[in-house]
């Protein structure tokens, strides 16, 4: 054992007259204790929400998708291209494009998505995502079935087997000069994905049904991928656009997503600022804690420098002492975080309205990287709050000490 460790030891064992060193002590480890624990489960119930999210999207939408489809041939080659890919799982043609639906007298803009089913339900969920009616009348012709998402067609007030319109944005030459193209379709079910912008404003229907609709002459506006590892999805992006060239825009998930992701991060990144704040009000505790701890040892640190002590050992000694009562409360603030994070992950202690959140319970995810830097944080704050102490401990003249201590 070291002296400084030693001695710092000495200092916070000592008894001393009255309690208000110790009850200061106690309050520096527990303001850590509580700023650590109330930072890591925050992060790990923000990585939930957002994970939580990204599987939600991630069943809806493929995880990389490529537009810019030109020709029937320009989508086979683009196939070819595709599955020729390492990382390649599934894939899948799609027809997109913006309309209005129409329902009696109720109108709102949607996204219209072509599929083939039975490709398509190989690249995302979809297939287990029906709530009501079934997939297989989508591809009727006389009367094209079309799958809405739940809170779509709550908003329509349309059922299985009513009859909506399609306007599409691109006009048709007629005798009587450039009208909306228009196209009836029958509700063939509902589906949930989990995700309020995708049940509020998107529609499934065959892909031959799309394409026509929708003017795309390509027979697909594009191909959707599914990989075999998520992770790789930045590199297999890259390599496909490498392949496919300027002509061909490939996007991944998360482009698809930016803004939302870029909000999720910013919120974690300003939680993690403020949370911060508390560890930093604890931190000036202990700050405090020492230069009263200095005051009272004055006549040890003079006993000390007489008998040879240089300002280095002193300042050591200030700095260990500091570091225990910090790295105390940042172990005891991981332990509580750990804890709470377990209740709030195996019990419903917070009940979340589905209807709203889609969740009966609040998710959490806690990493191993949150905990690296929620350690880091406490112990770097806490060992800051030292630096002062230390030093104006070391500058002590050992005859005043001794003297007047």
Known sequence: MSLELFISLRYLKAKRKGLFAVVTTLIG??????????????????????????????????HITILGARSPQDVSDTLAVVRADPDHEASSPFALGQAILTVRDRSIGVVVKGIDPKREFAVNDLAAKLVT?????????????????????DHLGSEIGDEVVLVSPKSVATPLGLLPKM????????????????DSASAWTGLSAASKFLGVDAGASGVGVKLKDLRRVDAAANRLRGVLGFTKLVRTYAQMNQTLFAALKLEKTVMFIILTLITLVASLGIASTLILRSVEKTRDIGLLKAMGAGPGLIRRIFLVEGFL???????????LGM????????????????????????????????VVAVTGMGLLLS????????????????????HYG
Do not use: H
């Open 383 to 402: 060992l800051l709050a030292t630096l002062y102490p230390a030093s104006r401990a070391a500058k002590a003249d050992p005859v005043e000490a001794i």
């Open 325 to 335: 009562i910090g790295g105390s409360g940042v172990l005891m603030g991981l332990g």
């Open 339 to 370: 804890l709470l994070c377990w209740i709030i992950g195996n019990f419903q202690i917070v009940e979340l309205p589905p209807d709203i959140y889609y969740l009966s319970r609040v998710p959490v995810d806690m990493r191993p990287w949150d």
């Open 133 to 153: 009616g079934s997939w297989e009348k989508i591809g009727e012709s006389r009367i094209p079935g079309i799958v809405l998402g739940v809170e779509l067609a």
């Open 183 to 198: 196209q009836k379709f029958r509700v063939a079910g509902t589906l949930k994905t989990g995700y309020y912008e995708y």
């Open 29 to 62: 480890v527990a303001g850590v204790t509580v700023g650590v624990a109330a930072l890591l489960t925050t992060m790990s119930v923000m990585n939930g929400f957002q994970t939580d999210i990204q599987k939600k999207i991630i069943g809806a939408q493929a």
